[in-house]
């Protein structure tokens, strides 16, 4: 919701929402340069200053060494963290707290150096920019050594334009995904690369937001029910002070684009003083705000999180500050908000796309609903010898019906989808007839190629009855004229009976005995 500033001066003057809303932020750090682990801190929409947490996902069961980049997935309720230098993503019940182990873990040599993650959860897949590249993974993915389902490959040696991605986010209503990068050759400018979701491998962009607009750019966000990026960028330097500013375009933007707005000026607390530089920033939709963390290395005490509203222009006052080392004990990563209130229990509801289907074909099983966060897994509970499940996708192996139950650990609830599996089509069948030529009298072979399953094959004239009779598999030619043959093939348990194109046998008459012309007819 959007929050209206008072008038009010809280720690460092700031003007504050009336009503915070229930939205805190989520944040973890980097620069691990021992063993140990870095937290995930969690602070309250009204929390100024160097307050302490709220809560913190913290210590060794963890395994986080960098959780730089985050992301909050409602209808899962989970987190998942772009863990830098542990080279994962981890993912933890979004309202865990303490010395907790993650629900699951990517972890495959295929992944790299994670930055920036996103989860599709309409399609099932994670998009994580890992290195150099794009990957794509199950979202339910929890392996050390699996294979991504696509990728983008680098720019240098493909059409990608890939260079040093560092932002990703994803267009539902143009089914994009676009990355913030920058230009392979100097001056290294920045642009937003726009690729199809299911693209693979070397292909170019389908489109570029580029232009002085966007070329200092650090970070960006995504707001998908204003259909809004929030790119923020390094302005112009005052003396010793560099003023940051965020340019709003729409998500439909392409070429040298103007920003829709600018959020920029003294008021903004968008200033910083090099060595200090922009880390990242984040988007809130539960109070419509923009979370902008800065930081120096190697000094704590220089964290900082300002937060503003996203519904504003120009020279705004923002709602929060925090500051220093309860940010992080190192250097303070890109911020993600979430909802403070853990969203009440909700029905588990199977999936099952499509419900009604043919023997050999397959069917994409998922969930809505539950709560907790646990793995959902799938069974066939009923009709065992029609389907079979090999991770998310079933495969009907018979006829009949056939009971699928999700199941989701920590959650005593259960859900079903019953499936219909019918008789397939068979596969196309020819028949011939050798040869396709007789004089009366003569005989034909039929036979039969194609098809599928267990069932008889037999022949059948189609037309010129006339002309041909057919025995078994044989062809037998009574009086000139054309016939036209049709095999079929009998159904069986899974597939329906199938007839082939017919096929011509001309027959010609034989030739006439002359002699004394007495001869009995």
Same mark, same amino acid.
């Given at each position: 919701?959007?929050?209206?500033?008072?008038?009010?001066?809280?720690?460092?003057?700031?003007?504050?929402?009336?009503?915070?809303?229930?939205?805190?932020?989520?944040?973890?750090?980097?620069?691990?340069?021992?063993?140990?682990?870095?937290?995930?801190?969690?602070?309250?929409?009204?929390?100024?200053?160097?307050?302490?947490?709220?809560?913190?996902?913290?210590?060794?069961?963890?395994?986080?060494?960098?959780?730089?980049?985050?992301?909050?997935?409602?209808?899962?309720?989970?987190?998942?963290?772009?863990?830098?230098?542990?080279?994962?993503?981890?993912?933890?019940?979004?309202?865990?707290?303490?010395?907790?182990?993650? =629900?699951?873990?990517?972890?495959?040599?295929?992944?790299?150096?994670?930055?920036?993650?996103?989860?599709?959860?309409?399609?099932?897949?994670?998009?994580?920019?890992?290195?150099?590249?794009?990957?794509?993974?199950?979202?339910?993915?929890?392996?050390?050594?699996?294979?991504?389902?696509?990728?983008?490959?680098?720019?240098?040696?493909?059409?990608?334009?890939?260079?040093?991605?560092?932002?990703?986010?994803?267009?539902?209503?143009?089914?994009?995904?676009?990355?913030?990068?920058?230009?392979?050759?100097?001056?290294?400018?920045?642009?937003?690369?726009?690729?199809?979701?299911?693209?693979?491998?070397?292909?170019?962009?389908?489109?570029?937001?580029?232009?002085?607009?966007?070329?200092?750019?650090?970070?960006?966000?995504?707001?998908?029910?204003?259909?809004r990026i929030f790119v923020l960028r390094n302005g112009q330097a005052?003396?010793?002070?560099?003023?940051?500013?965020?340019?709003?375009?729409?998500?439909?933007?392409?070429?040298?684009?103007?920003?829709?707005?600018?959020?920029?000026?003294?008021?903004?607390?968008?200033?910083?003083?090099?060595?200090?530089?922009?880390?990242?920033?984040?988007?809130?939709?539960?109070?419509?705000?923009?979370?902008?963390?800065?930081?120096?290395?190697?000094?704590?005490?220089?964290?900082?999180?300002?937060?503003?509203?996203?519904?504003?222009?120009?020279?705004?006052?923002?709602?929060?500050?925090?500051?220093?080392?309860?940010?992080?004990?190192?250097?303070?990563?890109?911020?993600?908000?979430?909802?403070?209130?853990?969203?009440?229990?909700?029905?588990?509801?199977?999936?099952?796309?499509?419900?009604?289907?043919?023997?050999?074909?397959?069917?994409? =099983?998922?969930?809505?609903?539950?709560?907790?966060?646990?793995?959902?897994?799938?069974?066939?509970?009923?009709?065992?010898?029609?389907?079979?499940?090999?991770?998310?996708? =079933?495969?009907?192996?018979?006829?009949?019906?056939?009971?699928?139950?999700?199941?989701?650990a920590g959650n005593p609830q259960v859900a079903s989808v019953n499936?219909?599996?019918?008789?397939?089509?068979?596969?196309?069948?020819?028949?011939?007839?050798?040869?396709?030529?007789?004089?009366?009298?003569?005989?034909?072979?039929?036979?039969?190629?194609?098809?599928?399953?267990?069932?008889?094959?037999?022949?059948?004239?189609?037309?010129?009855?006339?002309?041909?009779?057919v025995q078994g598999n044989e062809l037998v030619a009574v009086a000139?004229?054309?016939?036209?043959?049709?095999?079929?093939?009998?159904?069986?348990?899974?597939?329906?009976?199938?007839?082939?194109?017919?096929?011509?046998?001309?027959?010609?008459?034989?030739?006439?005995?002359?002699?004394?012309?007495?001869?009995?007819?």
């Amino acid at each position: 919701m959007r929050l209206a500033p008072v008038v009010a001066c809280l720690f460092s003057c700031l003007a504050l929402s009336a009503s915070p809303g229930h939205a805190e932020i989520m944040v973890g750090g980097y620069l691990v340069s021992d063993p140990g682990n870095h937290p995930l801190s969690q602070f309250g929409a009204s929390a100024q200053g160097n307050m302490a947490p709220n809560r913190q996902i913290a210590g060794p069961a963890t395994q986080l060494r960098e959780p730089h980049y985050g992301s909050y997935e409602p209808s899962q309720q989970l987190i998942y963290i772009s863990d830098f230098r542990g080279e994962a993503i981890r993912v933890f019940p979004a309202f865990a707290n303490g010395d907790v182990a993650p =629900l699951r873990t990517i972890n495959t040599p295929y992944l790299g150096q994670p930055r920036g993650n996103v989860p599709i959860v309409a399609h099932g897949e994670l998009a994580v920019i890992g290195g150099c590249c794009v990957r794509i993974f199950p979202l339910d993915a929890n392996s050390d050594s699996m294979m991504y389902i696509r990728g983008l490959s680098w720019g240098g040696n493909s059409p990608t334009e890939l260079n040093n991605p560092s932002s990703l986010i994803y267009v539902p209503f143009t089914d994009e995904i676009a990355v913030l990068d920058s230009a392979l050759a100097a001056p290294f400018a920045r642009h937003i690369l726009f690729f199809p979701r299911t693209a693979n491998g070397g292909v170019a962009p389908v489109r570029r937001i580029t232009g002085p607009n966007i070329a200092d750019a650090v970070s960006m966000a995504y707001d998908p029910a204003g259909r809004r990026i929030f790119v923020l960028r390094n302005g112009q330097a005052q003396g010793a002070v560099v003023n940051g500013r965020i340019d709003v375009f729409s998500d439909t933007a392409s070429g040298d684009a103007v920003p829709v707005k600018t959020i920029q000026g003294v008021s903004t607390q968008l200033q910083i003083t090099p060595p200090d530089y922009f880390v990242g920033i984040g988007y809130d939709p539960y109070r419509n705000a923009l979370m902008v963390s800065s930081a120096r290395e190697g000094s704590p005490a220089r964290n900082r999180i300002v937060t503003l509203d996203a519904s504003g222009n120009g020279d705004l006052s923002p709602y929060q500050i925090l500051e220093g080392t309860t940010l992080s004990p190192r250097t303070v990563g890109t911020p993600f908000g979430i909802t403070s209130i853990t969203p009440p229990v909700t029905p588990l509801l199977a999936i099952a796309t499509p419900t009604q289907l043919a023997y050999g074909q397959t069917s994409a =099983l998922s969930f809505h609903g539950g709560s907790g966060g646990g793995a959902v897994g799938f069974s066939v509970t009923a009709g065992p010898g029609n389907c079979s499940i090999q991770n998310t996708t =079933l495969t009907a192996t018979g006829v009949g019906p056939c009971t699928v139950t999700a199941t989701q650990a920590g959650n005593p609830q259960v859900a079903s989808v019953n499936l219909t599996i019918t008789q397939a089509t068979q596969a196309p069948l020819t028949a011939f007839a050798t040869p396709n030529e007789l004089l009366v009298g003569g005989s034909s072979t039929l036979s039969a190629q194609g098809g599928s399953g267990t069932g008889a094959v037999w022949f059948q004239i189609d037309s010129g009855f006339e002309s041909c009779t057919v025995q078994g598999n044989e062809l037998v030619a009574v009086a000139p004229g054309t016939c036209t043959v049709r095999a079929y093939k009998a159904a069986d348990a899974n597939y329906y009976v199938i007839s082939s194109p017919t096929v011509a046998v001309t027959v010609n008459a034989a030739p006439e005995v002359f002699g004394d012309g007495f001869e009995t007819p």
